[in-house]
């Protein structure tokens, strides 16, 4: 005979066993984001490491070489020649940046960047 009031709270305490994790993390700990990342090359314009840690000072010394010095020379990866551009250059590998910049600066909690008030991002 199977007896339905002990297996019922049972089921009920397992449950809860194996979700310990979620409960526990609630309000503590998020996903860490899915990013996409581009498919068709293998790199960025720095090392990961450094574009990981520096992409924003490079953006900074773009904006002023290209707005204070005029300089729009243009750099190689990979055979393919790109300009000092967050969005001809960044946004060309890195296509939409809600699935790429935006998830990640919400995971790390930074405040996102102002630059799509004047920029134009291609796919949204
Ligand atoms: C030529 C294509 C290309 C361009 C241009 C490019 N990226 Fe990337 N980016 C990549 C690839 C590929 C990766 C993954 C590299 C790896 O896994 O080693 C990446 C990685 C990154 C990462 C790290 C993601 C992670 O997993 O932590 C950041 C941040 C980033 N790019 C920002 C930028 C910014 C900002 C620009 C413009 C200044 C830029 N990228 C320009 C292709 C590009
Ligand atoms: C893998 C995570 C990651 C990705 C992907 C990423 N960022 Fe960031 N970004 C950060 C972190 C972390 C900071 C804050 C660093 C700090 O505070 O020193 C930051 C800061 C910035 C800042 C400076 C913000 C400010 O107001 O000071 C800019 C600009 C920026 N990111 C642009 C971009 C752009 C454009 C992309 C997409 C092409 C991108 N980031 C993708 C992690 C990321
Ligand atoms: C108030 C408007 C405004 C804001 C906000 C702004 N920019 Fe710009 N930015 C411009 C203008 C205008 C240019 C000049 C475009 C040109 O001459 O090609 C420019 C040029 C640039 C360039 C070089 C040219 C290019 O095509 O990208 C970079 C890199 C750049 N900005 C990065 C940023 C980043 C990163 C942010 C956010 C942290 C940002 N900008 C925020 C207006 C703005």
């Known amino acids: 005979m199977y007896d ?3 297996i019922i709270p049972g089921l009920l ?9 979620i409960w526990y993390n609630r309000g503590t ?16 314009v720095l090392p990961l490491a450094a574009i990981r840690s520096d992409h924003m000072k490079l953006l ?7 707005l204070r010095d005029g300089d ?16 001809l250059t960044c946004l060309q590998c890195h296509a939409n ?7 990640c600066h919400t995971y790390v909690a ?7 008030d004047c920029h134009f991002a291609p796919v949204e």
């Open 4 to 6: 339905s009031g002990k």
């Open 13 to 21: 305490i397992f449950v809860l066993f194996v979700t310990i994790p």
């Open 29 to 44: 700990a998020q996903a860490v984001p899915e990013i996409v990342l581009p498919k068709d090359v293998e790199s960025c």
């Open 60 to 66: 900074m010394t773009w904006r002023d070489d290209v």
């Open 72 to 87: 729009r020379s243009t750099f190689e990866i990979e055979g393919k020649q790109y300009q000092k551009s967050l969005t």
């Open 97 to 103: 940046k809600e699935q790429f910049c935006d998830p």
């Open 110 to 116: 930074v405040r996102q960047p102002n630059c799509w």
